[in-house]
């Protein structure tokens, strides 16, 4: 009688141990379908219409009492468009760290698509970009960036308004006080 009981307990464990009875599991790798808006793309557009204009450049920097003004051509404030061109979180490298929000602004007739930063360390703070409610297209652009080297923190605010010019204001502030408060416009000439 033992025998036959060792020989059915060993016939219900070997078919337990050959029955699938595990939860099967189902990974799904999804790719990430959320889209920013490409800030590099939308000033490059910008860039080739004026071109294709023959446009020139009103360059106006102010910094404390002092105030200068130039007329010149795209190359010299490509330095300052590269400024924007950075702050083009739309890659998926850079996507990851911020979180993009959408309202309607029935002030300004706008949509506001916003992007912040879900690390306090990233030097991009905030972009603001608003869209025509009407027509989807860009009226302007806000970038916040801020970083703090050492004792001084370093910020600049850039806007740009579509098919006008743009602003870029840089200031640097250490414990002792402001060391730099820089504003420079610069608008489009059409000919």
């Known amino acids: 009688m033992k025998p036959l009981i060792f020989v059915y307990i060993l016939y219900v464990m070997m078919v337990a141990a050959c029955s699938d009875t595990k939860e099967k599991t189902t990974i799904v790798i999804s790719a990430d379908t959320t889209s920013f808006y490409s800030i590099a793309s939308y000033i490059n557009t910008q860039l080739k219409c004026f071109d294709s204009?023959?446009?020139?450049?009103?360059?106006?920097?102010?910094?404390?009492?002092?105030k200068d003004s130039i007329t010149t051509q795209l190359e010299a404030i490509r330095p300052m468009i590269q400024s924007f061109m950075d702050a083009d979180i739309s890659d998926s490298i850079h996507k990851k760290n911020y979180q993009e929000s959408v309202f309607r602004d029935a002030g300004t007739a706008s949509l506001n698509i916003n992007y912040t930063p879900s690390d306090t360390l990233a030097p991009i703070k905030n972009i603001d970009i608003l869209m025509d409610e009407q027509t989807s297209l860009v009226k302007r652009i806000f970038i916040r960036k801020q970083q703090l080297t050492r004792d001084t923190t370093n910020t600049e605010q850039l806007s740009w308004k579509t098919n006008e010019g743009f602003t870029i204001s840089v200031s640097k502030k250490?414990?002792?006080?402001?060391?730099?408060?820089?504003?420079?416009?610069?608008?489009?000439?059409?000919?």
């Open 53 to 66: 204009m023959g446009v020139t450049y009103s360059v106006v920097t102010s910094e404390g009492a002092k």
């Open 174 to 191: 250490s414990n002792n006080g402001f060391l730099l408060n820089k504003t420079t416009t610069v608008r489009v000439i059409i000919p």
